[in-house]
C-alpha cells in the first residue's frame, strides 16, 4: 500500500532528476490529436465509471464517483478524500507513439478551504523515469488548469497520469475534511513528428 508520503518524496525526488527537459507553459493550446487518457469523464453513457483508473490503495472507500461537475464535464467526477495523514490516489498509465512530441496536460479541479489537490504525469522507460511535471492546485470552485511540454517517447515508453488529495487531516470525519473533485483529465498531442 502506498502512502501519499511516497508519492511526495518521489515526486519531490523525480523533480531533480537531470536530463528532464522542461520546456512548459501554463498557457492553453488547440491539440491536434484525441485524448490518450481513457474515460477521462469517469463516466460511460450516463452512468458513473472508473473504468481504466486504478485506485492506490485498490478499493479505497475514500475514493467515489461522486455527481456533479464542471460545465461541460457531463454528470460526474471523480472525489477524494485524505485521512489519519493518508491519502488514496489514482492513476492510469498510457502507451505514447514514439517520437518527440509537445504534449498538452489538462485537467477540471474543485476543493475547498483546507482541501487541495495533488496532481503529477510522469513518463516512463522501463524501469526508469524520464521526466515528471506536477503540481499542487488550490480552488473553492471548479478551475481548468493546463501545462504543455515537449516529451521525446521511444517504442513501449509511457506516461502516467495521477492525482491525489494533498494530506491534511489526521480524521476523515474532520468537519474540515471535504472531498476534492477532478474531472476532464487530458493529454493531448499538440505538435511533433
Ligand atoms: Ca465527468
Known amino acids: ?15 531533480t532528476v537531470p536530463g528532464c527537459t522542461l520546456v512548459g507553459s501554463e498557457s492553453d493550446i488547440i491539440p491536434i490529436s484525441s485524448n490518450l487518457i481513457k474515460n477521462s469523464s469517469f463516466e460511460f453513457v450516463g452512468k458513473p465509471s472508473l473504468q481504466n483508473w ?10 467515489k464517483i461522486s455527481p456533479g461537475t ?3 464535464g457531463g454528470k460526474y ?13 489514482v492513476s492510469q498509465s498510457v502507451a505514447v507513439v514514439p517520437g518527440t512530441h509537445a504534449f498538452q496536460i ?21 524501469d526508469s523515469i524520464l521526466y515528471v511535471y506536477g503540481r499542487y492546485v488550490r480552488s473553492e470552485g471548479w478551475t481548468y488548469y493546463s501545462h504543455h511540454d515537449t516529451i ?3 517504442y513501449g ?8 488529495p494533498e494530506v491534511f487531516h489526521s480524521d ?13 483529465l487530458k493529454l493531448e498531442v499538440i505538435e511533433g513528428d
Do not use: Q
Open 1 to 15: 500500500m502506498f502512502s501519499l508520503l511516497i508519492v511526495y518524496i518521489v515526486f519531490c525526488t523525480l523533480l
Open 54 to 63: 486504478i485506485v492506490h490503495p485498490e478499493g479505497s472507500p475514500l475514493v
Open 70 to 72: 464542471t460545465v461541460g
Open 77 to 89: 467526477s471523480i472525489a477524494l478524500r485524505d485521512s489519519g495523514g493518508m491519502a488514496p490516489w
Open 106 to 126: 489538462s485537467f477540471w479541479f474543485k476543493g475547498s478551504y483546507s482541501n487541495d489537490g495533488v496532481m503529477f504525469v510522469e513518463h516512463t522507460r522501463g
Open 152 to 154: 521525446s517517447c521511444l
Open 157 to 164: 515508453d509511457s506516461v502516467t497520469f495521477a492525482f491525489s
Open 172 to 184: 476523515v470525519n474532520d468537519e474540515n475534511n471535504t472531498d476534492v473533485y477532478f474531472d476532464l
